[in-house]
């Protein structure tokens, strides 16, 4: 531990702040809530990290369905997005939006018990408000709509370099 403190110590995140206009990256971990497109609410915990103008994010969420057979599961999203169109930079915040897409994998379970699998390609719009928090921990707020995950917010802390 007496070798590592002063390795971290000399990393930007303790000094000298990253201009969030100049950010080439971010790693973060996130929590987000939508409302699919049968109006049932959902709740999801991932990560994303931001190379340059891309993003790739992972999630998991706790999905329910209604209809005529009901079911309950766990939906896992991987997604590949291009924020290369920015609304505005500065040092302290920046505002991008763009799209991507990309998988859904679903573990489900109906009302008769049976297990249900489901894989659907995942196609989303996104606005991401990045602003800085400490010298280099910055705040994430995006808002999403897609197919099949509907129109969520999330909120998400990490790193930038």
Known sequence: LWLVLPVLAQTHVFHTPIPMDEVQG??????????????????????????????????????????????VGVCYTAAADYLGWTLHASTTYRIRYGAGGGGQLCYLRDSLGQEVRRLLPVV????????????????????????????????????AF
Do not use: C, H, K
């Open 26 to 71: 971010v790693f973060a971990m996130q929590g987000a809530g939508a409302i699919d497109f049968g109006l049932n609410p959902v709740a999801r915990a991932g990560g994303f990290l931001d190379l340059w103008e891309y993003r790739g994010r992972f999630d998991m969420s706790l999905v329910t369905v209604q209809g005529s057979n009901p079911a």
């Open 124 to 159: 989303e719009g996104l606005a991401s408000l990045q602003y800085r928090v400490f010298p280099n921990v910055v705040g994430d707020i995006t808002i999403s709509g897609g197919w099949p995950e509907g129109v969520g917010a999330s909120v998400g802390f990490g790193f």
